[in-house]
């Protein structure tokens, strides 16, 4: 058990709407990774957060947004959800914005959009 | 972009060693990390390399030559757990931004 914890652990969502994932990061740590792992892939880095500003972002479009927290929680955010959105979505947390050596990944949310 | 590949899936004998390979082209590469991820679970860390050479941690090794952009996982004395998916992730760096790259994953299936 990693103290990484995401909700919900399963979501069905329609089409064009929108949807919030959350992650508790695990105690001390100031640095949230967000990833969309679609079945039999790896997991695709969307952005990540350190001290409550987005400090890095993979190749996704800007209705992937989020926010950090000053308890360094984090919300993952998708607006006008489209039907490839449905994957298993990971949170990583770490230390020192991104340059450590080891992220600790939650059990993560699965999306289905339907 | 990044590029990385590895094998989609290998398998192996209860007992064996089995090496899963990664290559990897970059820019600005700032580490390379092994991932093990059961069926329906989280990733759990299991080896990072930034410097050329072998990293070794129980049962299981890391290799790095970023010349070549190559890396490998040894997994020694199998066991039936570690059938598993394996993902090698290389990290980037630029303007204080780090940004991890994962491979698609090996699926090892350990049999008796």
């Known amino acids: 058990e990693t103290g990484v914890t995401q909700s919900p652990t399963h979501l069905i969502k329609t089409r064009g709407q929108q949807v919030t994932l959350r992650c508790s990061s695990q105690s001390g740590h100031n640095t949230v990774s967000w990833y969309q792992q679609a079945l039999g892939q790896g997991p695709q880095f969307i952005f990540q957060y350190y001290r409550e500003e987005e400090n890095g972002r993979g190749n996704f479009p800007p209705r992937f947004s989020g926010l950090q927290f000053p308890n360094y929680s984090s919300e993952l955010n998708v607006n006008a959800l489209e039907l490839d959105d449905s994957a298993l979505y990971l949170c990583a947390s770490s230390w020192g914005g991104g340059a450590n050596t080891e992220a600790f990944f939650g059990q993560g949310t699965r999306l289905t959009v339907v | 972009g990044q590029n990385i590949d590895q094998p989609t899936e290998m398998t192996a004998t209860e007992g064996a060693i089995v090496q899963i390979n990664c290559t990897y082209q970059?820019?600005?590469?700032?580490?390379l990390f092994w991932y093990q991820q059961h069926a329906g679970e989280a990733p759990t860390f299991l080896s990072y390399n930034v410097l050329d050479g072998l990293e070794e941690k129980g049962r299981f090794s890391s290799f790095l030559s970023r010349s070549k952009g190559y890396s490998y996982l040894l997994l020694k004395e199998l066991q039936m757990k570690d059938s598993a998916s394996y993902l090698c992730a290389v990290r980037t760096a630029s303007g204080g931004s780090y940004i991890p790259t994962f491979g698609r994953g090996t699926s090892l299936i350990v049999h008796p």
């Open positions: 970059t820019s600005g590469f700032n580490g």
